[in-house]
Nanobody, 116 residues
């Protein structure tokens, strides 16, 4: 499974961004997908996750009510809609996929920078 993120950039606080993660390869084995982020000097943390059916999602407390994860299985793509962005959301955002055997796959990451 290969993952390619896009959609990062620089926006002002209060703005919005939508990240996309396109999966290719053995996508039929993907069980769940998620977005993680890593800010400078901090550990990588889970931002949001979604299972293959799209019926179950989970979010970090820090982004609840502001971020929405969704997936388009026909396009093998997962999205992260980020609204009301804050400077503390600044980080590299990574796409993650887990297959039926719980093997993990990571994208290269996309930089999100929020200016105050």
């Amino acid at each position: 499974v290969q993952l390619v993120e896009s959609g990062g950039g620089l926006v002002q606080a209060g703005g919005s961004l939508r990240l996309s993660c396109a999966a290719s390869g053995s996508t039929f084995n993907i069980r769940s997908m998620a977005w993680y982020r890593q800010a400078p000097g901090k550990q990588r943390e889970l931002v949001a996750g979604i299972i293959s059916s799209g019926s179950t999602t989970n979010y970090a407390d820090s982004v609840k009510g502001r971020f929405t994860i969704s997936r388009d299985n026909a396009k093998n793509t997962v999205y992260l809609q980020m609204n009301s962005l804050k400077p503390e959301d600044t980080a590299i955002y990574y796409c993650h996929a887990s297959d039926l055997w719980r093997r993990a796959y990571w994208g290269q990451g996309t930089q999100v920078t929020i200016s105050s």
